[in-house]
Nanobody
Framework: QVQLVESGGASVQAGASLRLSCAVSTDEFNNYNLGWYRQAPGNERELVAFMDTGTYTTYGNSVKGRFTISRDSAKHIVYLQMNNLKPEDTAVYYC????????WGRGTQVTVAS
């Protein structure tokens, strides 16, 4: 099964930027649909960003215009660039991959102080 390892989470002030990375251990990286989800305490896990194997991307309504998902096919990494962070972005962020079955990373904490 593919392994996903997130990194880049941190504690920042509102308005700051962060870039999350997710290393995807597979030789079939280009066949995977990839995404980022997040879960705040007491809330359900929600979609942040998703991209398929082509050019399709979609974002959660609360992050549109601020977050960008991208992939580096040579390095087998999926990124989440997060700009203008807000306190409500505070959550554990999970990397997601799907090629047939779904796989999840263990998450990385992002904390945004006001």
């Amino acid at each position: 099964q593919v392994q996903l390892v997130e990194s880049g989470g941190a504690s920042v002030q509102a308005g700051a930027s962060l870039r999350l990375s997710c290393a995807v251990s597979t030789d079939e990286f280009n066949n995977y649909n990839l995404g980022w989800y997040r879960q705040a305490p007491g809330n359900e896990r929600e979609l942040v960003a998703f991209m398929d194997t082509g050019t399709y991307t979609t974002y959660g309504n609360s992050v549109k215009g601020r977050f960008t998902i991208s992939r580096d096919s040579a390095k087998h990494i999926v990124y989440l660039q997060m700009n203008n962070l807000k306190p409500e972005d505070t959550a554990v962020y999970y990397c997601y991959a799907r090629f047939g079955r779904e796989s999840w990373g263990r998450g990385t904490q992002v904390t945004v102080a006001s």
